[in-house]
C-alpha cells in the first residue's frame, strides 16, 4: 500500500509537467497581451515596451517556460502581473475559501445524495423514488448562476434567514490564522465568529451542492439496484437478516465504489471549478481568481493557480484509489 | 392676529430647526461601499485601476485638489503656490502641521521623495537628511503617461515648507496634473521600511487610515482622528470596501440594506432603485467620451471628407444614448465633456438626417455605396464607462449605414487584442470604437491626447492635421486659461469641420445608494471621497 502511495505520488510530476506544457502551448496561441489590458486605452508605444519589458513579456515562449521551470523547482510559483505578489501568497489566502467552500458542498451532497439513492433503490418505481429522482434531474439541470440569485432572494432577501454574500459579515472579526474561517474561528475560541462563517456559507454550499447531490444520488440508486440484485444479498436475505441490515452493510460496501469514483472527480473540479459560485455569492475563492487571471491575460496567475489545482484533482484521485481498497479489501492496490 | 402670527412664527421655528437638523453632519458608523472587484494595490504611483483609486483617494492626499463636483483646483496639502512668469518653476507653500498616519511629518522632504521617486532619474533635492530613493520596481504607469519625465526636470526642498519644481517645458496641465491620483503624497518612513510591500499597507495624511485588507473581499479603513482639517469630516468611524463582482447580487445587498452604495449598477435595475422608498440615485455627468473613429491611416477615409460627413449624418445617435445608453448619457457634440472649460458651444453637432448623409456621400463620390467594399466596424467586446455595450452600438449603426448604401459588418477581439490591433490602424479597420475617461479636468487631456496624431505614432486616431497640431502646441504652452479656451474652442470647430472622429456620447454616472448616506457626491474623475459624507 505504501509503495502504491508513493508511486502514485511520484506520478503527480508527469502530470503536472503535462498540465504546464499545455497551458503554456494555449497561452502562446491565444492572441492578448498583458501589457496592453494592463494599460488600456492610456497606453503608448513607450509605456508598453517599458511594461513588457519589466514583465519579461519580450522573451520568446520557450525562454519564459524554462524561467517558470526553474522558479518551479525551487516551489516559487513567481509573482503575478497584476497585483505584484507572490503567487503562492495569492493562492495561500484564497484556496482556504475554495476548498471550505467545497467540503462543506461535497458534505451535503454526499449526505443527502447517498440516502437518497439509497432509499430510492430499495424503494425502486414508488413515489419516492419518481420523486426524488425527479428532484435530482432538476438538480442537475439548474444553472447554478440561476439557483444562487433564488436563494439569495427568497433567503435572505425576504426570510431574512441567510446573508446574501461574501463570507463573513462586515461587523465580525475573526483572527485569521490558517485562511480556513471555520477553523480559525474554533482555534481561537470565537463562538459569534464561528456561527457567522457557519450562516455565510450555508447558502453558497448549497448552491454548489445541488449537481454534485443529483449525479451521486442517481448513481447511489443505479449501483445499489445492480448490487441489489446479487445472488449473496438473497442469500443474505434468506438467512433472515433484516432489510435494514442486508442494505447498509451488505450492499452498501460494494454499491459505493462506483459512487466514491463520481464523489473524487466532482469533488476535484469543484476545488477548481467552483467559479460560478464563487462570483454570484462574492465568495474570494480561487475559481474567480484564476477566471480573472484568463480574462486579464495574467500568465502567473494561470500557470500558479493550475498548477495547484491540478496537484490538488491529482491528490483527491489518490486518495480516491486509497479509499477502494479500504471499502473493499477483495480490491487489492497493484 | 397676534395669535396667529405666533403660530406662524411656531412653524417657522419648527420647520428651521428641522432643516438645521437634517443637514447636521452625524459622528460614527460605518459606510459599506459595494464595488465590482477588488483594488490592485494600494501604492497611488503605480496603480491603474478605478478600483485602486477610489480606497487611495481617502486615504492619500495631493499637492493640490480637485473642488467637489469639478476639477478646478483648491488648495490641498500646498496652502498656496507661485507660477514664474516664463511658466517653469512652480513653488509650493506646504499646508503646516500636517503628520502621515504613521506620525511621519509632512514637509517638503516627504514632497521631494513622493514625487522624486516616480523620476526615472531622480534629480531631486532634499532639505533635511532626506531618503534614499528606491529603484523603482516597475515603471509609474500614469507617471509616464502622462509624460511627467519630460516635464518635471528637478524637484528641491527649499525651506522646511517650500518645494520648487522646475519644469524642462512650460506644460499648462501641470497642476492639473498633480492633482491626480498618481501624485499623492506617501510617508517616505512608511515606504522606506518595505517598498515592495507598501501597496498593502499604504500610510498617506488622508482622512481615513488603512486598517485590512481581506483579497478579493474588503478593505477597512478607519477614521484619521488627527485629520488636520478640522473644519468638515471624517464623520465615519469605520468605512469598508465590500468586493461583489456580480451586478445584481450587488444591487441585491443594496436593497437588502446590506451595502450603503452600490457601484455600477445594471441600468434596468434604476428603475427599480427609483422606486424602492429607502432609496436614492446619486448621478453626475461623466467626464468622458465615446467616438467612432475611422481608419485614418489610408484612403478613402483619409482624404474624403464627405465620406466621413456622410457617415456622421447616417448615425442616429439618439436612438443610441435612449436605447443602449438607457437614457444614462447625452449625446455629444464635442469631443470634450460640457461640464469642461473650454468647451465649444457654438458647435451644432451632426444631426441626424439620412437625406443629407445621402447627398455627401454622392459628392464624396461613391454614390449609394457604389465603389466601396463591405465596411468593418470594430466593436468594443467590452463594456467601459464612455460605452456600455459596444457589439449592440455597432449593430444599431451597420443599420444607420444600411440605409444610406453603405453595407458593414462588425469586427471583434478580446479586449487586449482589440487595442492592440487597432493601434497597428490594420488595413481591415474601416471604423472603430472607442472612449476615453478624463484624467485630470484640462481639454488638452481629451484633445491632445487622443486627437494630434502628428504629436505621437501612439495616438489612437492618427488624425493627421497641421493646424490642428499647432493649435494643441499652443494649448500646451500657453499658462493663461483664458487664452487657451479660445484655442481650444478653435479647435473643437475644426474638429467639427473635418470629421477626424464622430463623437458618439456622454455618459451620465448614476449610482443608488441608501437614503442614510449624506453629501455624498460622485466625481467627474471618478473618485469617491468619503470625507464629508455621513451616515443619518
Redo the contacts between chains.
Keep these: 500500500m505504501l509503495s502504491f502511495i508513493i508511486r502514485r505520488t511520484l506520478s503527480i510530476i508527469p502530470t503536472l509537467l503535462g498540465v504546464s506544457i499545455v497551458i503554456f502551448l494555449m497561452l502562446a496561441i491565444t492572441p492578448g497581451d498583458p501589457a496592453e489590458l494592463l494599460l488600456g486605452e492610456r497606453a503608448t508605444e513607450e509605456t508598453l515596451e517599458n511594461m513588457r519589458e519589466h514583465l519579461g513579456l519580450n522573451e520568446p515562449l520557450y525562454v519564459q517556460y524554462g524561467m517558470f521551470l526553474k522558479r518551479l523547482i525551487k516551489f516559487d510559483l513567481g509573482e503575478t502581473i497584476w497585483t505584484r505578489q507572490k503567487v503562492w501568497d495569492e493562492i495561500k489566502q484564497r484556496y482556504p475559501a475554495t476548498i471550505e467552500l467545497s467540503v462543506a458542498a461535497m458534505f451535503l451532497s454526499c449526505f443527502f445524495g447517498i440516502i437518497l439513492g439509497i432509499i430510492s433503490a430499495t424503494k425502486q418505481y414508488s413515489w419516492f423514488d419518481y420523486m426524488s429522482m425527479i428532484a435530482s434531474l432538476i438538480g442537475v439541470s439548474i444553472p447554478v448562476f440561476w439557483l444562487g440569485l433564488v436563494l439569495m432572494l427568497v433567503f435572505s432577501l425576504y426570510l431574512g434567514w441567510f446573508p446574501m454574500s461574501g463570507r463573513l459579515g462586515v461587523d465580525v472579526d475573526i483572527e485569521i490564522i490558517t485562511n480556513f474561517y471555520v477553523l480559525d474561528a474554533i482555534l481561537t475560541r470565537n463562538w459569534a465568529g464561528l456561527r457567522d462563517v457557519i450562516w455565510h456559507l450555508t447558502l453558497p454550499a448549497v448552491a454548489l451542492s445541488t449537481i454534485p447531490l443529483a449525479i451521486i444520488a442517481r448513481m447511489t440508486r443505479s449501483s445499489m439496484l445492480e448490487v441489489l440484485r446479487q445472488d449473496y444479498i438473497k442469500t443474505a436475505k434468506a438467512k433472515g437478516l433484516g432489510q435494514t441490515k442486508v442494505v447498509l452493510k451488505h450492499a452498501l460496501r460494494n454499491g459505493l465504489i462506483p459512487v466514491i469514483t463520481v464523489i473524487g472527480l466532482q469533488f476535484g473540479i469543484m476545488l477548481g471549478a467552483a467559479i460560478l459560485t464563487e462570483t454570484v455569492f462574492a465568495w474570494p475563492g480561487v475559481g474567480k481568481w484564476i477566471f480573472d487571471g484568463v480574462v486579464k491575460r495574467d500568465y502567473m496567475v494561470i500557470q500558479g493557480g493550475t498548477m495547484i489545482v491540478a496537484s490538488c484533482f491529482v491528490i483527491v484521485n489518490l486518495v480516491v484509489d486509497v479509499l477502494y481498497a479500504v471499502i473493499n479489501p477483495r480490491i487489492s492496490v497493484k | 392676529m397676534i395669535k396667529k402670527i405666533v403660530v406662524l412664527l411656531g412653524i417657522f421655528i419648527f420647520l428651521a430647526c428641522g432643516i438645521a437638523l437634517a443637514d447636521n453632519p452625524k459622528m460614527g458608523g460605518?459606510l459599506?461601499f459595494g464595488r465590482g472587484g477588488d483594488s490592485?494595490?494600494l501604492d497611488p504611483a503605480?496603480e491603474?485601476d478605478g478600483n485602486s483609486f477610489m480606497v487611495c483617494d481617502n486615504i492619500f492626499e495631493g499637492l493640490v485638489f480637485y473642488k467637489d463636483e469639478s476639477t478646478a483646483l483648491e488648495p490641498g496639502l500646498a496652502t498656496s503656490w507661485d507660477i514664474s512668469t516664463d511658466g517653469k518653476t512652480y513653488t509650493f507653500h506646504l499646508r503646516k502641521g500636517v503628520r502621515f498616519h504613521d506620525g511621519t511629518a509632512f514637509n517638503a522632504d516627504a514632497v521631494v521623495f513622493s514625487i522624486g521617486r516616480m523620476m526615472k532619474e531622480p534629480n531631486v533635492k532634499f532639505m533635511g537628511k532626506g531618503w534614499k530613493i528606491p529603484k523603482q520596481?516597475?515603471?509609474p504607469?500614469y507617471w509616464?503617461?502622462m509624460e511627467m519625465d519630460g516635464t518635471i526636470g528637478s524637484i528641491e526642498a527649499t525651506g522646511e515648507y517650500t518645494v520648487v519644481f522646475k519644469l524642462k517645458r512650460v506644460e499648462a496641465p501641470t497642476l492639473n496634473n498633480l492633482g491626480m491620483d498618481f501624485a499623492d503624497m506617501i510617508s517616505p518612513t512608511a515606504f522606506t521600511k518595505n517598498p515592495?510591500e507598501f501597496?498593502?499597507n499604504p500610510v498617506g495624511t488622508g482622512p481615513y487610515k488603512f486598517v485590512k485588507w481581506?483579497?478579493?473581499?474588503?478593505i477597512i479603513l478607519e477614521k484619521n482622528k488627527d485629520y488636520w482639517d478640522t473644519s468638515g469630516g471624517p464623520y465615519l468611524d469605520k468605512v469598508?470596501f465590500?468586493?461583489?463582482?456580480?451586478n445584481?447580487?450587488r444591487f441585491?445587498?443594496l436593497?437588502?440594506g446590506?451595502i450603503h452604495i452600490c457601484q455600477f449598477p445594471n441600468p434596468a435595475d434604476l428603475p427599480l432603485a427609483r422606486k424602492d422608498p429607502n432609496l436614492k440615485i446619486i448621478s453626475q455627468p461623466g467626464m468622458n467620451i465615446g467616438y467612432l473613429g475611422f481608419g485614418l491611416t489610408k484612403e478613402p477615409w483619409k482624404s474624403n471628407v464627405h465620406l466621413r460627413r456622410a457617415v456622421a449624418h447616417a448615425i442616429n445617435r439618439k436612438a443610441i444614448v435612449d436605447n443602449i445608453y438607457h437614457g444614462m448619457g447625452e449625446v455629444a457634440r464635442n469631443c470634450i465633456p460640457p461640464t469642461m472649460w473650454g468647451y465649444n458651444t457654438d458647435v451644432p453637432g451632426y444631426k441626424y438626417d439620412p437625406e443629407l448623409a445621402k447627398q455627401e456621400l454622392a459628392k464624396a463620390g461613391f454614390p449609394e455605396g457604389k465603389g466601396l467594399h463591405e465596411l468593418t466596424l470594430w466593436s468594443m467586446p467590452v463594456p467601459r464607462p464612455y460605452n456600455p455595450e459596444g457589439l449592440k452600438v455597432g449593430i444599431a449603426m451597420l443599420g444607420d449605414l444600411a440605409k444610406i448604401g453603405l453595407k458593414a459588418r462588425i469586427v471583434s477581439?478580446?479586449?487586449?487584442?482589440y487595442?492592440?490591433r487597432q493601434?497597428d490602424q490594420p488595413s481591415d479597420m474601416d471604423f472603430f470604437q472607442?472612449?476615453?475617461t478624463g484624467d485630470n479636468g484640462d481639454p488638452d487631456n481629451f484633445l491632445a491626447v487622443l486627437f494630434d496624431g502628428l504629436a505621437?505614432?501612439?495616438i489612437?486616431t492618427q488624425w493627421k492635421n497641421e493646424t490642428y497640431h499647432a493649435l494643441m502646441l499652443d494649448g500646451k504652452k500657453t499658462v493663461d486659461q483664458a487664452k487657451r479656451t479660445a484655442i481650444y474652442k478653435k479647435a473643437q470647430q475644426l474638429m467639427y469641420d473635418e470629421v477626424p472622429v464622430i463623437p458618439i456620447a456622454h455618459s451620465t454616472v448614476m449610482w443608488p445608494a441608501v437614503k442614510k448616506v449624506a453629501n455624498f457626491k460622485l466625481h467627474p474623475t471618478g473618485s469617491v471621497r468619503l470625507k464629508n459624507v455621513w451616515l443619518k
Design positions: 460605518m459599506v490592485v494595490g503605480y491603474t520596481e516597475r515603471p504607469e509616464q503617461m515592495k501597496l498593502r481581506i483579497r478579493d473581499d474588503r469598508v465590500r468586493a461583489i463582482p456580480e445584481s447580487v441585491l445587498e436593497k437588502g446590506n477581439y478580446d479586449w487586449g487584442t487595442l492592440k493601434r472607442l472612449g476615453w505621437s505614432p501612439s489612437r
